[in-house]
């Protein structure tokens, strides 16, 4: 295995990209969820990136860390946070396949966007075992997992790497055997074709995703 093959960052300044997440306001059904969802006590946003989803929820929530790779999305993260809801904020730099840095049953809570999707099974379920270990007894989590995504150049050309790609079928399939533990509800969504600018880099992207919420049981 190439030594940062699962190393996911965008090399930019994030300062430079305005006073917003790079990725937008984020989406319809991930917002509609998070509102309607029960946050409280501390929840642990994981790869959170610079924030996108962050103050949906800090507001209601008693604590919020924020863990992720790259250092200068936190700092931004953390610069639009509001003012009045920064003390309730923890920042954590983190290798999101390795053993998290937190105790057992710490958290309330697990939000993790635009992430899971990028591994293959085998590391998908290192990854769920420390959820599910950080996670306390009746906490929730509530993730996405972008499927048959397609990226393209401006002018048409389809963009291809080695990260992982799932189908519905595939994902759906996997997710059942990762959730085994939990009460949960799968939403099927999708983000049709859309021109995505991080720093220098346009590209159109589209994607079907499906928005899982659950409960730990055990």
């Known amino acids: ?94 290798n999101i396949i390795k053993k998290f840095p937190f105790k057992d049953s710490s958290f309330d809570g697990i939000l993790a966007t635009g992430i899971l999707y990028l591994f293959p099974e085998a590391i998908l379920s290192r990854i769920f075992k420390e959820i599910f270990r950080v996670l306390k007894k009746g906490g929730a989590l509530v993730f996405d997992f972008a499927t048959d995504r397609k990226k393209t150049t401006i002018e048409g050309r389809t963009i291809k790497n080695n990260q992982v790609r799932y189908n519905n079928r595939q994902a759906e399939k996997l997710i059942n055997k990762l959730m085994s533990d939990y009460e949960f509800k799968i939403i099927k969504s999708e983000v049709p074709q859309e021109l995505t600018t ?18 730990k049981r055990l």
């Open 1 to 94: 295995m190439k030594k940062n093959k699962f190393i996911f960052n965008e090399g930019i300044d994030y300062f430079k990209e305005g006073n917003q997440s790079i990725w937008g306001a984020g989406d319809s059904e991930t917002i509609k969820l998070l509102k309607k969802t029960n946050i409280n006590g501390h929840w642990l946003n994981l790869a959170a990136g610079d924030g996108r989803y962050n103050n949906l929820f800090i507001n209601k929530a008693a604590k919020v860390t924020a863990a992720d790779i790259d250092e200068g999305a936190l700092n931004k993260l953390f610069f639009l946070t509001p003012k009045n809801q920064q003390k309730k904020l923890d920042l954590k730099t983190l």
């Open 198 to 215: 991080i720093g220098s880099k346009k590209y159109y992207f589209s994607c079907n995703f499906l928005l899982v919420s659950g409960i």
